[in-house]
């Protein structure tokens, strides 16, 4: 029989010594669960934000993300002083401005602000370029009132008059600076003839467009055919005869038709000539000379009898004639039919401008009436 071990029941220190080797052997823990313990840590750790701070910080990303976008879109309003913007950054399409509209338009920017702001673009600066006091931003449009507060500045010293409000664009974004400006003149103020066909014909001497007739297609894309007809007869008599007219913007559409069709006639010698002859005092004046030289060349104009040709009163008496209509002018008009419907017949000298009109006009008579 096995003998029992006597058990002795440990003594004060015995019970220390244990206790103080099972906290050495144990690291301290919470009593909280593990996600518990984490989520505390994360709170104790945080900045914490009460609930108005909260909302303006969000409110202030909501301002910069709008700024942003306003800035990608080009409707930021900016205040450049005028120094800045470089006027003559690019090739402008008028020519003249008239005294009184400047004034009328001075005095209401005066009185009442500018209410309409100018459009800019950055200019391009190259790695190369030293030249000091290059205006960092180029007119792109709005050249009257830049003008008006350029005049306002200069005879006002309230610094307000110093900066103009404008919008910043990409050039390229609106199909180039040259038609950006040219769409702006168009639907704000219409240029005249003559300054639609100059600013073609610049723009393509520039290297702009490869042609003068590649300028009007671009620069005037959305007028009608007729319309770009006609800008290509008063580009023509800027080609040839531009750097000669005193009053060119004066010249009127049905003139300029007439003109431009003398010119590819082979009257540009003669015009050239008696455009040199002197200073006219007006626009009357100079079209008057000019005429004599369009009449001459004209067919059916009464020749020198000692070089030939034939009578004077040649020319068919305007009114009817038969079945033909006579007009003034000189140019013959005549109905006829078939089995495919009517046809007129234009006769005589008649530039192929006036005749694509004369079709809009008669398209717009004949067009269907809207219901």
Do not use: C
Not at 153 to 179: C, F, H, M, V, Y
Not at 192 to 215: D, L, M
Not at 279 to 293: C, I
Not at 323 to 342: E, K, M, P, W
């Amino acid at each position: 029989m096995a003998k029992r071990r006597k058990v002795a029941a440990p003594s004060a220190d015995d019970l220390n010594r244990i206790e103080e080797e099972f906290r050495r052997e144990t690291s301290p823990r919470s009593a909280m669960a593990p996600i518990s313990q984490i989520s505390a840590d994360a709170a104790l750790s945080a900045n914490p934000v009460d609930a108005k701070t909260r909302a303006a910080d969000a409110k202030q990303k909501a301002d910069a993300d709008a700024l942003q976008r306003i800035r990608e879109e080009g409707r930021e309003l900016l205040s450049i002083p005028l120094d800045q913007i470089d006027a003559r950054a690019m090739i402008r399409d008028r020519t003249m401005i008239d005294a009184d509209e400047m004034s009328e338009l001075t005095n209401s920017i005066e009185a009442h602000g500018m209410r309409l702001p100018i459009e800019v673009f950055r200019r391009e600066t190259p790695k190369d370029d030293t030249k000091e006091g290059r205006a960092p931003y180029g007119l792109l449009s709005g050249f009257r009132r830049y003008k008006a507060m350029s005049q306002l500045a200069a005879r006002r010293s309230d610094p307000k008059w110093q900066n103009i409000t404008a919008i910043e664009r990409d050039p390229d974004a609106l199909g180039g600076a040259i038609t950006a400006m040219v769409e702006e003149n168009e639907i704000r103020s219409n240029l005249s003839h003559y300054e639609r066909g100059r600013i073609a014909v610049v723009a393509a001497q520039q290297g702009v467009f490869g042609s003068t007739e590649e300028g009007v297609n671009t620069l005037f894309a959305v007028a009608s055919k007729a319309k770009r007809s006609k800008i290509r007869a008063f580009a023509l008599i800027f080609e040839e005869l531009g750097d000669m007219l005193m009053y060119p913007e004066a010249i009127k559409e049905r003139e300029g038709l007439r003109l431009a069709n003398a010119l590819r006639n082979g009257s540009e010698a003669d015009l050239r000539d008696i455009l040199a002859r002197g200073t006219f005092e007006n626009a009357e004046a100079e079209w008057a000379a000019l005429v004599q030289v369009i009449d001459a060349a004209a067919p059916g104009a009464r020749k020198d009898p000692a070089r030939g040709g034939r009578p004077k009163g040649f020319a068919a008496k305007p009114g009817w004639q038969a079945d033909t209509r006579v007009l003034s002018s000189g140019v013959t008009l005549r109905h006829d039919t078939d089995s495919n419907g009517h046809m007129i017949r234009i006769g005589g000298d008649v530039d192929q401008a006036l005749v694509e009109s004369a079709l809009e006009h008669l398209a717009y008579l004949l067009e269907k009436p809207s219901d």
